[in-house]
């Protein structure tokens, strides 16, 4: 797991691939049997996912520090930047907890930055960070809307369900691969997409050390509160004597569900 520090709060991402069990994306003709994720769905297992006593969500990317970081550290196997979903949206698709999202005003989805307004399309403002493509968010596609795909069979996962958008347009956030320019965001609808650099086969997970409040207390009374124990804020001193030892994959050590909780 690639941790950052920010004051006293610590966030840390990793870059999860998925396509064995979503439900395809759209390759120009229909939705394809690729088993990609849709944001909704990637949305639901980021907020179903924990690191010892943290919730996971989809990223929220608020500062260009913050974007450049994970960038730099999640990355394909080959090392190349991905188009990979995270958590913006102009959409609540109903829900009471996304109700500043409206078509052109764009919130984060989760954590501790949920329903915060970012972007605002008509005007132009930028409440915070943005990193858009020229002559993004478009809002293209809505024709496709309950047509090309539809809401019928969500999901459901710990007690939530599968995000839809209610009505059609783009309204998720996406990286765009190094194709279109490293690190530039773009809107897509909510099935994404089987071409690049527009194809995401995963998305930005993020886990804070602020999110949820309250936290679990540490202790040793059951195994969520020796999770709780994990020192997020401990300093560790590395060498590598291997310095010739560069694979990309070393920066993406994501283990969402941690099995080192043995009680002493």
């Given at each position: 797991m690639i941790g950052r520090e920010v004051g006293a709060v610590r966030h840390f991402y990793c870059y999860v691939q998925n396509t064995a069990d979503g439900k395809g994306a759209w390759n120009r003709t229909n939705l394809s049997g690729n088993s990609q994720l849709w944001w909704g769905q990637a949305r639901l297992?980021?907020?179903?996912?924990?690191?010892?006593?943290?919730?996971?969500?989809?990223?929220?990317?608020?500062?260009?520090?913050?974007?450049?970081?994970?960038?730099?550290?999640?990355?394909?196997?080959?090392?190349?930047?991905?188009?990979?979903?995270?958590?913006?949206?102009?959409?609540?698709?109903?829900?009471?907890?996304?109700?500043?999202?409206?078509?052109?005003?764009?919130?984060?989805?989760?954590g501790p930055e949920r329903n915060d307004i970012f972007f605002t399309t008509a005007s132009g403002d930028t409440d915070g960070f943005t990193n858009w493509r020229t002559g993004e968010p478009n809002d293209c596609c809505g024709s496709m809307y309950n047509n090309n795909y539809n809401g019928n069979n969500l999901e459901t996962m710990g007690g939530m369900t599968e995000h839809y958008p209610n009505v059609g347009g783009e309204h998720y956030t996406q990286f765009s691969d190094q194709i279109s320019g490293t690190g530039y965001w773009n809107d897509l609808f909510v099935p994404g997409v089987t071409y690049e650099p527009f194809q995401t086969i995963?998305?930005?997970?993020?886990?804070?050390?602020?999110?949820?409040?309250?936290?679990?207390?540490?202790?040793?009374?059951?195994?969520?509160?020796?999770?709780?124990?994990?020192?997020?804020?401990f300093p560790f001193e590395l060498v590598l004597d291997d310095t010739s030892y560069t694979d990309p994959d070393m920066l993406n050590l994501c283990d969402p569900n941690p099995t080192d909780n043995v009680a002493p």
């Open positions: 297992r980021a907020e179903n996912s924990t690191y010892y006593n943290l919730s996971g969500y989809l990223a929220s990317i608020t500062s260009d520090a913050e974007n450049d970081y994970v960038l730099d550290k999640i990355r394909d196997g080959m090392g190349d930047p991905i188009a990979a979903w995270f958590g913006g949206t102009d959409n609540s698709g109903g829900e009471a907890n996304l109700s500043n999202a409206t078509e052109g005003t764009w919130v984060w989805s989760g995963g998305y930005v997970l993020e886990f804070s050390t602020n999110w949820p409040q309250p936290l679990t207390p540490c202790g040793n009374g059951s195994e969520t509160a020796r999770l709780a124990c994990a020192n997020y804020f």
